[in-house]
């Protein structure tokens, strides 16, 4: 038994990231004991463009078809980075009297979110503490408020012994490493929503209502 999860996102480090992060929410915030599979729906029309317009073509070409056509997802999750504003519009528009969507802002972008989980951050990167002149170690620092998440967790992968390569503008296969070796089974959710109130902490609401519905209803799927 599972329940199968559609993505609409930017980029391959929201599509490695969130599957572990919706896993983690589904079991920790609305009781599930089975698993949460997760499949990107620009796949199933064939959109090879990614960023922001590839997001947007995906959920219209989605929402046109939605009410003829048949998809066991019970629901979909559309993230966007923050910078997006007139795409935004344009989704909130699509989407309007439809409640099988959970819409979330990551500010500046996911990263934050993975850094915002300072436990399982350091513990991935094989520190236990970090160099006092570096981004991550600034005073009352607040991922959500970091202007440039990527460059931060670059930093990171630079001043650890651990590693023989840098994230730089977003490393596949060490964010898979994070998502399956630390998010998946430990993620630290209210952490995650301490330091990110404004993009995480709506999104999750969000995500909850829908794994709550989902639960209750058709979205476990056998």
């Given at each position: ?41 620009a796949?199933?029309?064939l959109?090879r ?39 935004q ?10 409640d ?51 460059k ?5 992968t ?14 596949t ?8 070796d ?12 301490t ?28």
């Amino acid at each position: 038994m599972s329940t199968k999860i559609g993505i609409i996102a930017e980029g391959p480090i929201d599509h490695i990231l969130l599957p572990a992060l919706l896993e983690r929410i589904a079991q920790d915030r609305a009781g599930y004991a089975w698993p949460v599979n997760a499949e990107d729906v620009a796949e199933l029309f064939l959109i090879r463009k990614r960023g922001h317009g590839g997001v947007l073509e995906t959920v219209r070409k989605l929402v046109s078809v939605l009410d003829t056509q048949f998809f066991e997802h019970a629901f979909f999750v559309i993230l966007l980075d923050r910078k997006t504003r007139a795409v935004q519009e344009q989704i909130r528009t699509f989407l309007a009297n439809r409640d099988r969507f959970a819409l979330g802002l990551a500010i500046e972008e996911i990263e934050a979110w993975w850094l915002a989980d300072r436990v399982n951050t350091l513990a991935w990167a094989g520190m236990t503490e970090v160099p006092k002149d570096a981004r991550y170690a600034a005073e009352e620092y607040k991922a959500e408020q970091d202007a440039d998440p990527k460059k931060t967790l670059d930093e990171l992968t630079r001043l650890s012994d651990r590693f023989d390569r840098y994230y730089g503008e977003g490393n596949t296969d060490m964010a898979s490493e994070f998502a399956e070796d630390h998010w998946r089974q430990h993620a630290m959710l209210d952490a995650i929503r301490t330091q990110c109130s404004e993009g995480y902490g709506r999104f999750e609401d969000v995500a909850v209502n829908r794994f709550r519905t989902a639960k209750n209803t058709a979205g476990r799927l056998f």
